[in-house]
């Protein structure tokens, strides 16, 4: 059953989970993050944006930084001691506690590149927006999905060495608010300091609450393909493997 939604106190609590988990972020990882502020500014657009009219929210998160230190087995072994990692965020859809309703766009980008800016690598996640006249598409396309690659390695200007890229595969995925594709980024590129801190209870409890609205959701619309509740519909668009 929907639940009827004050837009306004969404917007706001929103807001307020995003300032809470910059400084929760800025006080346990200031040698992984050199500036927070893009989170803050988010939390600051978040609190009256409303991209879809007076029901909707939204925000995005622009050129947010880690320096990690560069993962054993990394190719080639010559890239240095440390990497960059940014992200780049943006999400927005109506208030509301239903998962097709809430998500109208998300985009999450994570380039990996040298201190140098020399070699790059870029993994892309997003809600896939069908436009009226869009045919059925060849390959796989869950509704939120990874792909290596993207617009982001342009950059390289064609100097792609010896690597195929493609657009496929897209690989399924829940979706993400900013929290849990932080949280995301930090269990693959600093795995460490991710495991400190997710035994931090402001943390935890943060990571919590965005998986309550976001991979809840989603799991339960997977679930319904086996069950008579939900739409199989929305299950397919999530996982069209189903069969």
């Not at 109208?104 to 690598?121: F, G, P, V």
Request: with cysteine; aromatic share 10%; glycine share 8%.
């Amino acid at each position: 059953m929907k639940k009827k939604i004050n837009s306004a106190s969404f917007r706001r609590d929103l807001s307020s989970e995003l300032r809470s988990f910059a400084t929760i972020l800025n006080r346990n990882l200031s040698i992984v993050f050199n500036d927070i502020g893009a989170l803050t500014q988010a939390a600051s657009m978040c609190a009256g944006n409303m991209p879809y009219g007076k029901d909707s929210w939204g925000y995005s998160v622009d050129n947010l930084v880690l320096r990690i230190k560069t993962p054993r087995k990394t190719i080639p072994a010559t890239v240095g001691d440390f990497l960059k990692v940014k992200v780049d965020f943006k999400i927005g859809g109506l208030c509301s506690t239903i998962l097709s309703e809430l998500i109208s766009e998300l985009e999450l980008n994570i380039i990996i590149s040298t201190e140098d800016n020399k070699l790059i690598a870029s993994w892309h996640f997003d809600r896939h927006i069908f436009k009226d006249g869009d045919g059925e598409p060849e390959d796989a396309h869950p509704l939120y999905h990874f792909q290596f690659g993207g617009r982001n390695l342009n950059i390289l200007q064609g100097n792609h060495g010896g690597i195929l890229i493609l657009p496929s595969p897209r690989i399924g995925h829940p979706p993400m608010d900013i929290i849990l594709a932080l949280d995301f980024v930090l269990s693959n590129f600093a795995g460490g300091y991710w495991k400190a801190l997710r035994s931090e209870r402001d943390y935890g409890n943060k990571i919590r609450d965005s998986q309550q609205r976001y991979l809840r959701p989603y799991i339960e619309g997977l679930n319904s393909w086996f069950t008579s509740s939900g739409s199989r519909d929305f299950s397919t668009e999530l996982w069209p493997h189903f069969i």
